[in-house]
């Protein structure tokens, strides 16, 4: 029995990492969506850039890993500002489904430019701190997993200092309630929707960057990730960062006991099926408000 | 229907007829493509008319092929029961996954038939003992025609009688097509378009909005498990890479490229992406480039897609210069 429960809690401790990725990405979608009301198909593609460019980064050009993670994020950062600049601003009045397009093309295009340069192949990179486990009371937590739950927790505290301290921060916010109004009292929404577009680039590459050593990478990886990034973000609610984080969290934690304890072979299928049930039970999300939801757009 | 859309299926109808004629060796390339032709439609029916997008048509092309050839191998039925059954089955599933999205305001059924499209491929990746993993399964008996009892008169077979199944494929699209007309020109169809120019005064004036784009969504269903049959019927062995999300990427493609605000721009879409590709297949590690830069590009550029955008370029042209001409004469005189 005590096996029993060792197994489990070495299966949540690996979940947990997994989980918080799930949680970056789709705070990715939700910051998107709070600003422009779409839902941004290209969000599983900035996780792969930034892996990608990370190992690319370290191994090709040498540089040393945290000089790796910032250039991957700052260049990643800069094409989704650019995906937005040249596809979505010069549009007079589209509709969603346009928006919508414009997304899955931008996704097909990062996703072959990623085949073209870096070919077929899986890239993988070692752990950032070492690969000697940390032992807590016979359950062995990886180094790295420590390193992606830290950065998640960055990433929320910075957002949650950025939305709710800085001018900047609250008219992004003022333009998710209503952007009609946002722009009557003088907030440049164009210039909310490049930085959302912008920031929510960085976190997903930031994302893609500290798991690489966990779950490797290769081109096609983008559209995995987001789909489990946009299971999290419907089972918490589009729009709610906070529970993001925890329906990410609970989303791979299923995840993890699935795999460990039914069939791995399933393992991927149980976040897009708990996605299909959470639409079909409660579209609003765990923690979402229907009433409110329904004010929106998408 | 108007006066135009009866000429263009009537020359339509002629281009069929006289294919096989014309096109000679390449004629086995375009079976598969009429079983595309078939899903565009559909899927230009659900983007064009009730303004909704579907990412996982492939996972309902995946049903009815597998569905029907799994039912006319190991239960031995015909394949003119198997293809309505699995129809049957597709309609069934989608209604389950299309419900629950398009009840909600928005487009979750560009996510839930995404995520219904991966679930399916790892069904078929997984579950070897019965789609037989990634090698595959051997296809359904071909479909035949012919007195019961006595030897069949038509065996709709690729390697045997590659004309009679170009024939069936496309007659089946041109049905399909047929009905997409119709439809359009119905009292659905107005409502459907109602939809797509405004929701909010549709559902005011009384149009059961969620109602009409389940209908549509389910239909296209059923065009993609149509197509599967067909395909699985035809040729021999299935396959995962034939269903998976590419195809589906590929008719998003297709239908923007043609054009969605006409069901024809779907069958022109078709017939230039799918020679494309075709034709340019040396360049296969290009293709994820070119289909996002071309989607990007028509949306932005042309959003009536390429049927309806050389419509207005020639009238456009016709017009400048008759007005060219008019204004010499006024000149001279």
């Known amino acids: ?298 | 229907m108007g006066r135009s859309n009866l000429i263009g299926l009537c020359l339509f109808a002629l281009c069929i007829a006289l294919a096989p004629v014309a096109l000679g060796n390449t004629l086995y390339q375009f079976i598969p493509l009429g079983a595309l032709a078939l899903m565009a439609i559909g899927l230009s029916l659900l983007m064009g008319y009730a303004g909704q997008i579907s990412l996982g048509q492939s996972a309902f092309y995946a049903v009815g092929a597998y569905t029907s050839a799994l039912c006319s191998a190991k239960l031995g039925w015909s394949p003119w029961v198997t293809i309505p059954l699995s129809a049957v089955l597709a309609a069934g599933v989608a209604l389950l996954v299309g419900m629950p999205s398009l009840r909600l305001r928005g487009h979750y059924l560009a996510m839930a038939t995404l995520a219904f499209g991966e679930i399916v491929r790892i069904v078929l990746d997984g579950w070897i003992t019965l789609t037989g993993g990634s090698s595959g399964i051997r296809g359904g008996a071909p479909l035949t025609v012919g007195w019961p009892g006595s030897q069949p008169l038509v065996v709709f077979n690729t390697l045997t009688n590659e004309r009679a199944v170009f024939y069936l494929v496309w007659t089946v699209a041109f049905l399909g097509l047929v009905l997409a007309l119709n439809l359009i020109h119905s009292r659905v169809g107005r409502a459907l378009r109602a939809i797509h120019d405004g929701e909010e005064a549709a559902v005011v004036l009384g149009v059961p909005t969620a109602r009409y784009k389940i209908q549509i969504f389910v239909l296209s269903a059923v065009y993609a498990s149509l197509a599967g049959s067909l395909y699985a019927h035809s040729f021999s062995y299935l396959t995962p890479d034939e269903f998976g999300s590419a195809k589906s990427i590929l008719l998003v493609v297709m239908v923007v490229v043609g054009g969605m605000r006409t069901v024809w721009g779907a069958v022109v879409g078709t017939l230039l992406m799918g020679s494309l590709t075709e034709w340019l297949s040396w360049m296969e590690n290009y293709w994820l480039v070119v289909y996002g830069v071309v989607l990007l590009v028509i949306t932005m550029f042309v959003p009536q897609g390429i049927l309806l955008g050389a419509g207005d370029f020639s009238r456009w042209l016709y017009r400048k210069i008759v007005r060219k001409k008019q204004s010499g004469e006024i000149k001279v005189s």
């Open chain 1, 1 to 298: 029995m005590p096996d029993m429960l060792e197994r489990v809690l070495q299966l949540l401790v690996s979940g947990l990492a997994v989980g918080s990725i799930y949680a970056m990405v789709a705070i990715g979608y939700n910051i998107i969506y709070n600003a422009t009301g779409i839902i941004n198909l290209a969000q599983g593609e900035f996780v792969m850039l930034g892996g990608m460019l990370t190992v690319w980064g370290a191994t090709r050009w040498g540089l040393p890993v945290p000089v790796a993670i910032l250039t991957a994020v700052c260049l990643v950062t800069l094409i989704g500002v650019t995906l937005e600049r040249l596809t979505i601003r010069p549009l007079r009045n589209p509709t969603v489904l346009t928006l919508l397009i414009l997304t899955i093309g931008g996704s097909f295009l990062l996703k072959g430019a990623a085949m073209l340069i870096w070919g077929k192949n899986v890239y993988y990179m070692p752990a950032f701190l070492g690969t000697e486990p940390i032992r807590f009371a016979r359950v062995a937590i990886e180094r790295q997993e420590v390193f992606v739950w830290v950065s998640l927790a960055v990433v929320t505290v910075a957002l949650t200092l950025f939305f709710n301290h800085t001018l900047t921060g609250k008219a992004m916010r003022a333009c998710s309630y209503n952007r009609v109004a946002a722009r009557l009292v003088g907030i440049n929404s164009r210039l909310m929707v490049m930085l959302a577009f912008g920031l929510s680039a960085g976190i997903g590459a930031l994302a893609g960057a500290v798991v690489v050593p966990i779950t490797n990478m290769e081109y096609s990886s983008g559209s995995m990730f987001g789909l489990k990034g946009f299971s999290a973000a419907v089972l918490g609610g589009l729009g709610n960062n906070t529970a993001a984080v925890v329906a990410g969290i609970a989303l791979a934690l299923i995840e993890s006991l699935v795999a460990g304890f039914v069939d791995s072979t399933y393992k991927d299928a149980v976040a897009l099926s708990v996605l299909l049930i959470v639409l079909f039970v409660r579209p609003s999300g765990l923690f979402g408000n229907a009433a409110l939801n329904r004010l929106k757009e998408f």
